[in-house]
């Protein structure tokens, strides 16, 4: 475990010199991260049990390895994330169901 402790702090200061990468212009693609994962444990190794930690730092420094992978689904999606979301949702399925499409 120290090892993988010692390698995504290492891993993490090097993404600090790759910021000038990122394009963050209005033009850029934008992309959400929905929050489904397949996670092997080594990646979040360095967060002690019951220790808050933020993802993204973890997430960056597998990527810079290229162990991180993604999908771009361009189907229906729609953020449920709160009730009124959810039945908002409901409702549009209900609808399309009764539409037959």
Not at 37 to 66: C, H, S, W, Y
Not at 68 to 75: D, I, K, Q
Not at 76 to 82: A, E, P, Q, S, V
Request: hydrophobic share 45%; glycine share 8%.
């Amino acid at each position: 475990m120290a090892q993988a402790t010692g390698r995504v702090a290492t891993e993490q200061r090097d993404l600090r010199s790759l910021e000038h990468l990122i394009d963050r212009s209005a033009a850029a693609a934008r992309y959400t991260y929905t929050g489904i994962a397949l996670v092997d444990p080594a990646l979040v190794a360095p967060v002690r049990a019951g220790e808050k930690a933020q993802l993204a730092p973890l997430l960056r420094a597998a990527a810079a390895l290229g162990q991180l992978s993604g999908e771009l689904h361009a189907g229906l999606w729609r953020d449920i994330g709160t009730a009124d979301r959810l039945a908002g949702l409901e409702a549009l399925l209900r609808d399309a169901k009764e539409r037959g499409t």
